[in-house]
């Protein structure tokens, strides 16, 4: 006899599954898609606490696939011992419960347990992880009747499963993160999976006596969902966004990513500078070029657009062109920050690096690198190959003048000066003494710094002069000063880019971290071209 022994199949008989071959691959598609969804928004989730650095990336997907992993093996040992068909349906529910649950869990931890982040956000991704990879084993055992149909069952639930992932993944990154908040995506999630289970539970088992209960918890976390601690008062597809009146100034509206300062804006006085890396930034600009002349520019992150319009006040007729991936931060620049359209500023929603080989060779006067992804750096934008592209759509006198964030040793900033050596003739660094080397007191070093660029010499005298007229207290450093600074810090191609490794975000200090001085913060990506709004 071929195929199962003839105990086995008279068992299989008595258990004859009432679960089709649609409804087995309909669950195990569903189930996969259900757990990237579920680990593509943890990522968005708990960017504003961990940064969205290569570290937090790394810790989710791995947390993801020991989830898929513990699932699978977990789920064909108790299929072996249990009857799958008592299992299916309280793997769904309350999978659904713990992913409702979790916008709500998380942001609480992160306000009122911080240290506890990690670990809770470990067990919400793991536990529905593995509830819904139990499934694929579940169903499987189900379906199996017969050696003879093995490798047909197998091979249709493991594609099923495969489609299920890569729709997940697709809809969850185009579709979903890009018109639904994050906590109504988990929402919206847990209470389909909750629904879900109630009929596939009363089918095959004929029990629905845990609806009721899961139905109970899952309104309580949508509840809670709604009175937790989240800071956003816009949720864009790539940050956590709140706009914050400045009750000194009249006007003044900083705007919050990601739990960090991004831009201040002063939508009735473009002229105004509150950060003092802007301010830096725009002594860079009034020494290099004579006063009033026009300007072309290219801006690398555009958040509050406070430099384009600071350029556009000061130098009537300058054309600034922005590369911001987020239309999300477009939309609050015009709806909450008041900024309107204005002649000469062009906002693209673009990958900055692609967005410069667009740009004709030898037009521009000033490239100003602002780009950040939380309190990392997009590192495809730090390298010799990406600052070549800089240095190629400079004009012969044009200047390229980059802000940069790093803490303690700064090894980042380091890197990113000795590879901004490799491409230009000649480059400068801007920033507090302590920051630079130039004086050592018992604060640690760290926060924003200004890096100066370009193939002619720039005049630093007048910089600093500029500099001390805004009061910035900052100061120049060239030439041996900062070959020492610099030391034997690594250049960054892109073949060998660790940023995230070299990057320090957060000012060493007793009991926790603090957020950087005047932080920046946006990212870059590729996207469709948009007009000022």
């Not at 659904?96 to 709500?104: C, D, E, H, N, S």
């Not at 739990?259 to 020494?287: I, M, N, Q, W």
Request: glycine share 12%; charged share 15%; with cysteine.
């Amino acid at each position: 006899m071929t195929g199962l022994s003839s105990s086995a199949v008279a068992e299989g008989t008595r258990s004859r599954p009432r679960l089709g071959p649609r409804a087995a691959a309909a669950l195990v598609f569903g189930a996969s898609a259900a757990v990237l969804v579920v680990e593509i928004v943890a990522l968005r989730l708990l960017a504003p606490y961990l940064g969205l650095t290569l570290e937090t990336s790394t810790l989710v997907i791995g947390i993801a696939l020991t989830a898929i992993a513990l699932g699978s093996w977990l789920g064909g040992r108790v299929a072996d011992q249990v009857d799958p068909l008592r299992l299916l349906a309280p793997a769904l529910g309350i999978s659904g419960v713990v992913v409702a649950l979790t916008p709500a869990v998380l942001r609480g931890v992160a306000e009122w347990a911080r240290p506890l982040l990690i670990l809770v956000a470990a067990l919400t991704i793991l536990v529905p992880g593995a509830l819904l990879s139990a499934v694929t084993p579940l169903v499987t055992k189900v379906r199996l009747t017969s050696l003879a149909e093995t490798g047909t069952v197998v091979g249709r639930l493991s594609g099923a499963g495969t489609v299920g992932s890569i729709v997940g993944t697709v809809l969850t990154g185009f579709v979903l993160l890009s018109r639904l908040p994050v906590s109504g995506i988990l929402l919206g999630l847990g209470a389909l999976l909750v629904i879900v289970s109630v009929p596939v539970g009363w089918r095959l088992r004929g029990r629905s006596g845990t609806a009721p209960a899961l139905a109970l918890v899952l309104a309580a976390g949508g509840l809670a969902a709604s009175v937790a601690p989240g800071g956003c008062d816009v949720e864009t597809r790539y940050h956590c966004a709140e706009v914050v009146a400045d009750p000194s100034r009249t006007g003044g509206r900083t705007l919050v990513l990601d739990g960090v300062r991004h831009s201040y804006v002063d939508a009735g006085d473009p002229a105004h500078l509150e950060f003092t890396y802007v301010k830096a930034v725009a002594s860079v600009t009034d020494a290099a070029f004579p006063a009033g002349r026009p300007l072309t520019a290219h801006h690398l992150g555009g958040g509050g657009l406070t430099l384009p319009r600071y350029l556009a006040a000061t130098r009537p007729g300058t054309r600034s062109v922005v590369s911001e991936i987020d239309d999300g931060v477009v939309r609050i620049d015009r709806e909450r920050l008041g900024l309107r359209p204005q002649p000469g500023i062009d906002v693209r929603t673009e990958d900055g690096r692609l967005g410069l080989r667009r740009l004709d060779t030898d037009t521009l006067d000033l490239v100003v690198g602002d780009a950040f992804g939380g309190v990392s750096v997009p590192w495809h934008l730090t390298t010799v190959e990406a600052l070549t592209e800089v240095r190629r759509v400079l004009a012969p006198d044009g200047l390229y003048v980059a802000n940069l964030i790093d803490h303690g040793e700064q090894s980042f900033a380091k890197a990113e000066l000795a590879t901004l050596r490799t491409v230009f003739a000649h480059v400068a660094l801007l920033g507090e003494p302590v920051d630079t080397g130039l004086a050592r007191t018992g604060a640690p070093p760290g926060g924003n710094l200004v890096a100066v660029a370009s193939d002619r010499p720039a005049d630093l005298a007048a910089v600093q002069k500029a500099l001390d007229a805004r009061r910035t207290g900052w100061k120049t450093v060239t030439g041996d000063a900062l070959t020492t600074w610099i030391a034997d810090a690594p250049v960054l191609t892109d073949d060998y880019a660790p940023v995230d490794q070299l990057l320090q975000p957060y000012a060493p200090q007793r009991g926790g971290k603090a957020a950087p001085r005047d932080a920046v913060v946006s990212v870059q990506d590729d996207s469709a071209h948009l007009p000022l709004p």
